[in-house]
């Protein structure tokens, strides 16, 4: 049997469709023993863990108070929340309340910011 050169099998899998792709990959998971998601998995599992250790995932992000700007802070929420102009502001009236809840600290350092810079009183729980 002829041994097959790197770019000869390279050319033979751009030659296959996704159905026999996966086929293949199904045989050769078989063949060895292998599963191809493997080390996919335990390489996101590392910085989940970190994450954790970290801190919490999820959080709130809570409006405290409008502040003196008042409509700078509705066009805020607006564009943070996609709400419509009268929705956003009867969340801005009903303060304090959950502008949005269960996202990443990161995302509501970010919206805290633009609600901050818009005048309002904002907390992350």
Do not use: R, W, Y
Request: charge should be negative.
């Amino acid at each position: 049997m002829a041994k097959l050169t790197k770019e000869e099998i390279i050319a033979s899998l751009k030659e296959m469709t996704v159905v026999e792709l996966n086929e293949l990959v199904k045989a050769v998971e078989e063949e060895f023993g292998v599963t191809a998601a493997a080390p996919v998995a335990a390489a996101a599992a590392a910085p989940a863990e970190e994450e954790v250790a970290a801190g919490p995932t999820e959080v709130n992000l809570v409006l405290k108070a409008a502040g003196p700007t008042k409509v700078q802070v509705i066009k805020a929420v607006q564009a943070i929340t996609g709400l419509g102009l009268m929705d956003a502001k009867k969340l801005v009236d009903g303060a304090p309340c959950n502008i949005k809840e269960k996202i990443s600290p990161v995302e509501a350092e970010e919206h805290k910011k633009a609600l901050v810079a818009a005048g309002a009183e904002v907390e992350i729980k």
